[in-house]
């Protein structure tokens, strides 16, 4: 059995054809058109085609073609509600792609889809649960409790980036303030770095840098490495936000597996141990003989796309 995932962002479109454990088998990525949303579903259809024809699957044997979007999505209806990026306010993009390739449409959020992903073929494969929380742009989450997505009544649900993780701190983009991802995103740690550069003049930062706008978000886990003060302090900061942030969250959900994948994630162990350290300290279940694995995402950008292929499997 195969399956077609597409997965839509703002620069791209990537497609790939998959097996029913989640390899992929040929993936393909085209620009996304800038014209409107027949070009983009024209974009999506020959990126499908393409990533069919490298996997050596004819079209005929593919069972459904699922999309990981960005947006507001309504799943049922196929709908896009509104994407800012692409100016799409209720584009019909299920309808679309079933014109274009005669096939039953799956549309969901992508970071549900990329959550998706991981518990199918990642780190949280063979788990009864899985949280994920994906630190980038924003904070972007999902969960598969017991086999099943969760997505809330009105797929509106596990907007993990918009807990308030500091009753009246940092202002959210979403209007709210102390949001977690308002501290915990690789944008609110580049953010942050940049405000404690401007603190300290003489920091090694700045060397690593350049300048302000030269910080990503490799820069102060680099200079805290290299024994930086102001880059250990916001360090600390961050770690602190996101071991209270992934505490509560185990705390609610209690999942057989913690999934954190992103920009920061890629320190690894640097990242992963002291986060562990405060899940161990602040987790009710911490005698429990059986506590959430806290691991790191597994699949990269590959996770939505493997998602939104297996999303008939998960619903
Ligand atoms: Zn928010």
């Known amino acids: 059995m195969h399956y077609l995932g597409i ?9 790939a054809v998959v097996d029913r454990e989640g390899t992929i088998l040929g993936k393909v990525s085209l620009p996304t058109p ?15 085609r393409a990533a069919a024809e490298k996997a050596g699957v004819p079209l005929e044997q593919v069972e459904s073609v699922g999309i ?10 196929g709908l896009i ?4 990026n692409l100016n799409f306010v209720d584009v019909p993009l299920g309808g679309l792609m079933e014109a274009r390739l005669h096939k039953k449409i799956y549309l969901e959020n992508d970071a549900n889809a990329a959550a998706l992903g991981e518990y199918a073929a990642g780190a949280g494969k063979g788990s009864q649960s899985m949280v994920a929380i994906t630190l980038g742009t924003g904070v972007g989450g999902g969960a598969v409790l017991n086999g099943k997505l969760y997505t809330g009544f009105n797929y509106a649900g596990m907007e993990v980036g918009h807990f308030v993780i500091e009753y009246g701190g940092r202002l959210c983009t979403c209007g709210r303030k102390g949001c977690f991802e308002a501290y915990c995103s690789a944008t609110a740690l580049i953010k942050r770095t940049r405000e404690v550069m401007e603190e300290h003049p003489d920091s090694l930062l ?8 030269g910080v990503d978000g490799r820069t102060p886990f680099d200079a805290a490495a290299q024994g930086d003060a102001a880059a250990g302090k916001v360090i600390d900061e961050y770690v602190n936000y996101l071991g209270c942030g992934v505490a509560s969250l185990v705390n609610i959900f209690q999942p057989e597996v913690f999934c954190i994948g992103g920009g920061p994630s890629a320190q690894g162990e640097t990242l992963m141990a002291p986060v562990r350290y405060i899940l161990n300290r602040e987790d009710y279940a911490r005698n429990s003989v059986r506590r959430t694995r806290l691991v790191r995402a597994a699949l990269g950008n590959d996770a939505g796309i493997i998602g939104a292929a297996l999303l008939p499997l998960f619903r």
């Not at 997965?7 to 497609?15: F, K, P």
């Open 7 to 15: 997965d839509l962002g703002g620069t791209n479109v990537a497609a």
């Open 34 to 48: 800038r014209t409107g949303a027949e070009a983009v579903a024209d974009q999506m259809a020959a990126a499908a």
């Open 68 to 77: 990981g979007s960005p947006g507001t999505i309504e799943p049922e209806q």
């Open 81 to 84: 509600r509104f994407w800012s």
């Open 206 to 213: 700045w060397q690593l840098a350049g300048s302000l706008e």
